[in-house]
């Protein structure tokens, strides 16, 4: 098993900044792509951000250019700071990750940190 423990989320003002953590632990041989996800009320869960061990990332349009996804190897932690922040970047965000065990993909998912911007 992973476990993935985020922190980082709060109350930010429009045009404000965050960068939020995600540390896994547990059984972490063999991660390949960490990265972040975002729910809205009433909304789907979507991708904000994710980033392969290798270091190749992808994002979703809505964040390109306001958000930046790193990751620590080392440290078995993956961030993202944001910046430029706007009231529909609210959300919770949870952290993912996935690695593979004997050819199977498992998918191991944070308990989430609530991020809210005021306009």
């Known amino acids: 098993q992973v476990q993935l423990v985020e922190s980082g989320g709060g109350l930010v003002q429009a045009g404000g900044s965050l960068r939020l953590s995600c540390a896994a632990s547990g059984s972490i041989f063999g991660i390949n792509t960490m990265g972040w996800y975002r729910q809205a009320p009433g909304k789907q869960r979507e991708l904000v951000a994710d980033?392969?061990?290798?270091?190749?990332?992808r994002y979703a349009d809505s964040v390109k250019g306001r958000f930046t996804i790193s990751r620590d190897n080392a440290k078995n932690t993956v961030y993202l700071q944001m910046n430029s922040l706007k009231p529909e970047d609210t959300a919770v965000y949870y952290c993912n990750a996935d690695r593979k065990v004997a050819g199977v993909p498992y998918f191991y998912w944070g308990q989430g940190t609530q991020v809210t911007v005021s306009s």
């Open positions: 980033i392969t061990s290798g270091g190749s990332t």
